[in-house]
């Protein structure tokens, strides 16, 4: 079994706090992120419902299809975990494997957002159409995009793994990878729940 050997964080440059210095830039990130994202769902919620034409979202949402995307983003959550936990332990074969299958699961849900895409313009949907269309598009758009660079952070560190032993560096970037992908995930639990469950319900 392939093996790395983890130096420990001490050669990390840190702040006062403790904290590597990459990783409070990512949590401040983040944090910047949850504002940006909030206004996003705010806009929505505001704009809710006053749209002056159809179609609505009873009309166009797939409610079990969202499901199934939702699934696999949490799967893909999952397999971050385990991505993290071998890294950890020094087991790079298997962090491949499950670097490589969060990053797989990452594009099959970006996949089914271009179907949803597609199949709301077929409806008559766009981000011309109203403000349903316009709050909706921004707000799923900005998220996919999100998911997008993910997938591409994770491929990255995925071919990094093959040129060279892994440091503590390295392994603190699969941490760092690792917070943004819980994010976009939690992010999209929001989204779900407040756009797709609880508008259908009130449109219903």
């Avoid at 797939?62 to 799967?75: K, Q």
Wanted: glycine content about 8%; charged content about 10%.
């Amino acid at each position: 079994m392939e093996q790395v050997h983890l130096k420990g964080h001490e050669s990390e440059h840190e702040t006062s706090l403790g904290i590597p210095h990459r990783k409070l830039l990512i949590w401040v990130f983040l944090a910047s992120e949850c504002m940006f994202f909030g206004s996003l769902i705010a806009t929505y919620l505001v704009y809710q419902g006053k749209s002056l034409v159809g179609p609505y979202p009873h009309d166009v949402f797939s409610i079990p299809i969202t499901s199934v995307s939702t699934f696999v983003l949490l799967v893909s959550s999952m397999s971050m975990v385990l991505a993290y936990s071998a890294i950890s332990r020094g087991n790079i074969k298997v962090f491949r494997i499950w670097i490589l299958s969060t990053a797989i699961l990452g594009a099959c849900f970006i996949g089914f957002q271009v179907f949803e895409f597609r199949e709301f313009a077929v409806e008559g949907l766009t981000p011309r159409t109203n403000l349903f269309g316009t709050t909706f598009f921004t707000l799923t758009g900005f998220h996919g995009a999100h998911v997008t660079v993910g997938v591409i952070w994770l491929l990255s560190i995925f071919g990094f793994s093959f040129f060279k032993k892994f440091t503590s560096a390295d392994s603190l970037s699969v941490d760092l990878v690792a917070l943004y992908w819980h994010f976009v995930d939690v992010v999209w639990i929001v989204i779900f729940t407040v756009v797709y469950l609880i508008g259908v319900v009130e449109g219903g």
